[in-house]
């Protein structure tokens, strides 16, 4: 008789395995190192624009510029998520393994977040910066960045799905960008004036930014206040979008 | 070990597998035999929790592959048809992450991958990107890949496409030393590969199982009709035509 082994895997260590895989992806490829430096001086040629224009040892500018700049770099992390997995067929391998397809997800989606966390790394030297020239709100800051991080989380949830719907990286990315645009100009005043004026017995502008825009909940952090309808607001999105990609990964087999 | 109870597959209104039912027990090498488009990728997929059947029922290992996948995939050891491996990685990063995803590691680990590597004859490559391998190397990743955790089911799906003659010999021989204790069921286009590897053959054609014989009784056929053992296969296909 063969000595087999039926070993089986923990949810923790199943997403981490394939978190390091995902991740050692990301730097192998040289993705990583790209993204970030052009990330980096992207958002800190942002933020230095608005200090020397201002003088105001101050965030809140950088965190709105933030929004606009999150829906065209994060879907380009995610766009090869599921879309190369599917394209290459490597896909019956890693949902043939002893993991549940949530497991796969998870672990890709962290590998993602940890990118994100890179990116995120690279702006703290405009808090140091600020510490040395004046006295900012370091709290302020700290919620501006908890909600910078909560929304690229949510931005990456997102593009994960999406990633799970087509085998096309370029037709995941285009896709991605509208629907993290979605989230954010539902919140522009513009918009909101115009979809309110089009349908102005439901008011639509204004119950699309009061119950789906990211805008009132990601301004109250850029404000320093970290409330739990916000909390819940990303958070449950972001577990939303993880849940129905491993719910496509299920169906969509064939 | 195998036991495939009246499946069937539908993709829309074409039928792939129709009703399709066989056994296979602990210790058989079984070939599965049958032109390309027969319908034998599609009933491995069902059989490794890939693909849900239609209708029917596969247990695998004493699991239903439908209600209890992950069970399932722990005894299974599956090679798919166009053997898709992660072309970024290198070889033995690669088996070390199919071993952690399985739930081993550490000495028992490393005590596997060195088996494999000596058992598929990887050590030229082990350092390499899977992209810079040749398809025959590929082949064997692959496989290596799929009997790293020592399954007791094993399937293989075109499992000596892209190796060279001596490269099937040496797969032979080691398909046939594992036979203990397993059930192994591979797929194939060609009967003379069937033929030097197992002593049981299915073919399917159309998505239906038109024979489960041995090839000692197909011999025979074969003899008494005065023919080779190919054109005994092709009647039993054409038989199918007719009807």
């Known amino acids: 008789m063969s000595g087999s082994t039926v070993a089986s895997i923990g949810f923790l260590t199943g997403v981490r395995v394939i978190a390091r895989r995902e991740a050692a992806q990301y730097f192998d490829s040289k993705i990583a190192y790209v993204y970030t430096i052009a990330f980096v001086v992207l958002a800190n040629s942002i933020f230095m624009n608005e200090f020397f224009l201002t003088g105001v040892v101050d965030m809140t500018a950088f965190f709105t510029t933030m929004t606009m700049l999150l829906p065209l770099f994060l879907p380009a992390v995610t766009m090869r998520l599921w879309a190369e997995e599917r394209k290459s067929r490597t896909i019956e391998l890693l949902l043939t393994l002893p993991i549940r397809p949530i497991v796969a997800v998870a672990g890709k989606y962290a590998a993602a977040l940890l990118l994100f966390g890179m990116f995120l790394l690279g702006t703290v030297p405009i808090v140091i910066m600020l510490m040395v020239l004046g006295e900012p709100d370091l709290g302020r800051i700290a919620a501006g960045y908890l909600g910078l991080f909560l929304t690229g989380a949510m931005f990456l949830a997102a593009g994960t799905l999406v990633s799970s719907l087509s085998a096309d990286q370029i037709v995941t990315f285009v896709s991605t960008v509208l629907v993290c645009f979605v989230f954010v100009l539902t919140g522009q005043e513009s918009v909101v004036a115009v979809l309110d004026g089009l349908f102005p017995s439901v008011e639509f502008g204004t119950t699309l930014y009061e119950s789906f825009s990211i805008r009132p909940h990601y301004d109250a952090f850029v404000r320093g206040v970290v409330g739990l309808p916000s909390l819940i607001y990303f958070l449950g999105l972001s577990a939303l979008f993880l849940g129905l990609n491993a719910m496509v990964l299920e169906r969509n087999r064939e | ?243």
Not at chain 2, 41 to 47: A, E, G, H, R, V
Not at chain 2, 96 to 109: C, T
């Open chain 2, 1 to 243: 070990m195998i036991k495939v109870e009246s499946v069937t597959k539908r993709f829309g209104a074409t039928v792939a597998v129709d009703e399709v039912s066989f056994e296979i027990g602990e210790g058989e090498i079984v070939g599965f035999l049958g032109p390309n488009g027969a319908g034998k990728s599609t009933l491995l997929k069902m059989m490794c929790t890939w693909l849900p059947p239609s209708a029917g029922r596969i247990a695998v290992a004493g699991f239903d592959v439908a209600e209890q996948p992950l069970q399932v995939r722990r005894r299974l050891g599956y090679l798919p048809e166009h053997n898709a491996l992660y072309e970024g990685m290198k070889v033995d990063r690669f088996l070390r992450f199919m071993g952690n995803i399985r739930g081993m590691g550490g000495k028992h680990l490393e005590e596997r991958i060195a088996w494999a590597v000596d058992k598929c004859s990887l050590d030229a490559v082990l350092g390499k990107w899977i992209y810079q391998c040749s398809k025959g190397f590929r082949q064997r990743v692959g496989v290596a890949a799929a009997l790293l955790h020592d399954p007791k089911v094993i399937l293989l799906d075109e499992p000596t496409h892209g190796l060279d003659p001596l490269q099937v010999v040496a797969f032979r021989d080691f398909i046939t030393g594992l036979r203990e204790g397993r059930s192994i069921l591979f797929s194939s286009h060609i009967l003379a590969e069937v033929n030097s590897i197992s002593e049981r053959l299915l073919i399917i054609n159309h998505g239906k199982l038109l024979a489960d014989t041995t090839l000692e009784s197909l011999a025979k056929t074969a003899k008494s009709k005065n023919q080779k053992l190919e054109d005994a296969v092709l009647d039993i296909v054409r038989a199918q035509g007719a009807a």
